[in-house]
């Protein structure tokens, strides 16, 4: 059907043999479902899909999402133009810190896929760490900490409360919601979550979005956070993937972490980004 190439020993998996402009059989597409379940991310080479061909792959893994306070395209509200141009300099990068997508939602995106349009001659790499392994590797202390609890996720980019310094936040190619009280609520997640069609479990903590823990303060928490996080993004966790123009990337955003890298300045890069849906994290 088409074959698989392991990229590093906990995430990500090149897929060769499978050309996604053409019509995806049923088969084909629980296969495709089978091997993010296993890999957490799956990237195709030289795809050079229209968004017309990469909303029909969104749909083999999930119902299309629309996300809330970022602005879509002008046509379609459930893309999104992940452009940073050669003028933005100096400033931050959407997506440029290790995160999960929208975890303070009630029920976050699934996963997401990106395909890419332009890219720099250097740099602008994306990075994903995988949360199983990580929470695997946990020690026996931590482990037993974060099991029995649940964590306080806030929308804080879009917030009032929580608000980024201006210097910091993402280039002014992506529009997005700034100072809504509503992205301040609290919501619960736990701390380790299991993938209902693997049964695999992992750790769901990200430092964008979490707070604390439920039952600790601010302060009380963050020693456990920041220990927890710097185990949470070791490079032996991770894959790191170098952009060409036609690329696809495909990924679960409840069992990784990713990060896009800001390297780049002075050079445009370009990719669409859709995202489909799941249940809420159990």
Known sequence: MFQISQMTGFVGAEITGLYLKTEISPDTAKALRDALGKHLLLVLRDQHLDLPDQKRLTQVFGAPMRLPY?????????????????????TGVFGGEWHSDFSFLTSPPAGSILTAVEIPPFGGDTM???QTAVFESLSKDLRSFVESRRAVHVGKPYGAKHAPSADTRANVSIQMTRGDPEADRETLHPAVITDPRTGRRALYLNPIYVTRFEDMTEEESTPYLDALYKHAVRPDFSCRLKWRSGDVAIWDNRMTL????????????????????????A
Do not use: Q
Request: without cysteine.
């Open 258 to 281: 990713h990060y896009a890298t800001n390297d780049y300045d002075g050079f445009r890069r370009l990719l669409y980004r859709t995202t489909f849906a799941g249940s809420p994290p």
């Open 70 to 90: 970022v602005a879509p395209i002008p046509d379609d509200p459930e893309v999104i133009a992940v452009l940073k141009t050669e003028r933005e300099t100096n």
């Open 128 to 130: 994903w760490s995988a």
